[in-house]
C-alpha cells in the first residue's frame, strides 16, 4: 500500500474514533431542563432607629453648666439634643450629630432650671424625639450652705407582672438642694438630680424571697454638700 493510501486509512480511523467520542460524551435526550432560583434569606432591611433614648440623666452640674447623659440605642450612630429652660416653653436645638452618649451643657446661667430630650439618628433618619425631658438645676453662684434633711420620706410597693416589684421612693424638695443622694440598705444607691424628687428602684432578693425587705434614706445636696440622711423607711417583702 502506498503511503498515500495509508495516510488516508489512518485519517479515516481519526475521523471515526472522534465520531465515537462526541457520540458518547453528549447526553442522552430528555425533558427539558428548567432553572429553579435558589431561595435566599433576605437581609433585614436598614431603617433609623425606632425608638430614642427613654433613659435620660443629668449627673453633674455647676454654676453654669449640667452634665446629661443617655443610653444607647441599636441602629443609632449619633443623637440631637434640645433644650427649654421653663417647664412649658419651647424647645430650642442645643447639638446635632452628637456621636457620644452625653454632653456638657455649657454657658448656662446659675440657680436656673433646664430641660432636655433626645433623638437616636444615622443615615437614613431621626426617631421621634422622648415626650419626657429630664431636668438639671444649676448651682447658685452665691455662698451657699448644704441643705437640710428631706422630710416626709416614702416607699411604696409597684407591682410588675412580668419584672420583679418595684419600689418608689419619694421625698419633699428641699430649698438649695440641687441633687439627692438615694441609699438602700446604707449603701449609696443612686443621684436624683432636682427638681425631681423621686426614686425607682429594684430590690431583687426581696422580689426572689431571699430577703424579708430593705430600708430606704435620701440626703439632699448641693455645691457646699450634703445634709445628713433621713430617717429610714422600711419595705418589707409583704408590704
Keep these: 500500500m502506498s503511503g498515500i493510501n495509508l495516510r488516508k486509512v489512518w485519517i479515516g480511523?481519526?475521523?471515526?474514533?472522534s465520531a465515537v467520542a462526541w457520540a458518547c460524551a453528549a447526553?442522552?435526550?430528555g425533558p427539558e431542563r428548567v432553572h429553579v432560583p435558589v431561595p435566599t434569606l433576605e437581609a433585614t432591611p436598614?431603617?433609623?432607629p425606632g425608638i430614642p433614648p427613654s433613659t435620660l440623666f443629668v449627673v453633674d452640674r455647676s454654676e453654669s453648666s449640667l452634665s446629661?447623659?443617655?443610653e444607647s440605642i441599636n441602629r443609632a450612630t449619633h443623637y440631637d439634643v434640645q433644650r427649654r429652660d421653663s417647664e412649658?416653653?419651647?424647645?430650642?436645638?442645643?447639638a446635632t450629630k452628637?456621636?457620644?452618649?452625653?454632653?456638657?451643657?455649657?454657658?448656662?446661667?446659675?440657680d436656673s432650671l433646664y430641660y432636655y430630650v433626645v433623638r437616636a439618628c444615622n443615615h437614613f433618619g431621626c426617631s421621634e424625639f422622648h415626650d419626657n425631658p429630664v431636668a438639671g438645676l444649676t448651682e447658685s453662684d452665691a455662698d451657699v450652705g448644704a441643705p437640710v434633711a428631706p422630710k416626709d420620706v416614702?416607699?411604696?410597693?409597684?407591682?410588675?407582672?412580668?419584672?420583679?416589684?418595684?419600689?418608689?421612693v419619694t421625698w419633699t424638695a428641699v430649698e438649695g438642694a440641687t441633687y439627692y443622694n438615694v441609699y438602700r440598705a446604707g449603701d449609696l444607691l443612686t443621684k436624683v438630680s432636682a427638681p425631681l424628687t423621686r426614686s425607682l428602684h429594684t430590690d431583687l432578693g426581696r422580689s426572689l424571697g431571699l430577703s424579708s425587705?430593705?430600708?430606704y434614706q435620701v440626703s439632699a445636696c448641693n455645691k457646699a454638700g450634703c445634709s445628713p440622711r433621713s430617717q429610714k423607711v422600711f419595705q418589707w417583702r409583704n408590704s
Aim: proline share 8%.
Design 98 to 110: 452628637v456621636a457620644a452618649l452625653g454632653l456638657v451643657d455649657e454657658g448656662l446661667q446659675p
Design 88 to 94: 412649658d416653653g419651647e424647645y430650642a436645638i442645643l
Design 213 to 215: 425587705g430593705t430600708s
Design 13 to 17: 480511523v481519526a475521523v471515526a474514533l
Design 46 to 48: 436598614e431603617r433609623a
Design 154 to 168: 416614702k416607699v411604696v410597693k409597684r407591682i410588675v407582672h412580668v419584672l420583679p416589684d418595684h419600689d418608689v
Design 27 to 29: 447526553p442522552a435526550p
Design 68 to 70: 446629661v447623659v443617655w
